[in-house]
């Protein structure tokens, strides 16, 4: 199970930060992110943490989103700087984690994040 937690509004230019806590230890899951999705549009990766450590972003958000991990609290942080109107969307917790048969997707409660020009 994944808890979401922030969002809210914010103005061009502010900052929020999203976290998203996992039921399960971080070096179980074999994939832990955000996505979005706006107003009629596909939902779409955001920032990712792959077991590895690596960190993926989408090029819209790079230099100005960060990803950490909190695995004291079982947890990924999304710090959102420099917020764009363009971020405005409903944003999903995202864990991949790995089963005998196959990959398994779970998602959070979507939390909305609102960024007024």
Request: charged content about 20%.
């Amino acid at each position: 199970q994944l808890q979401a937690s922030g969002g809210g509004l914010a103005q061009a230019g502010g900052s929020l930060r999203l976290s998203c806590t996992a039921s399960r230890r971080l070096f179980e899951i074999n994939d832990i992110g955000w996505y979005r999705q706006g107003p009629g549009e596909e939902r779409l990766l955001v920032a990712d943490s792959r077991i590895s450590g690596r960190m993926n972003y989408a090029d819209s958000v790079k230099g100005r989103f960060t990803l950490s991990r909190d695995v004291a609290k079982n947890a990924v942080h999304l710090q959102m700087n420099s917020l764009k109107p363009e971020d405005t969307a409903v944003y999903y917790c995202h864990a991949e984690t790995l089963s005998a048969s196959g990959p398994v997707d779970s998602w959070g409660q979507g939390t909305l994040v609102t960024v007024s020009s």
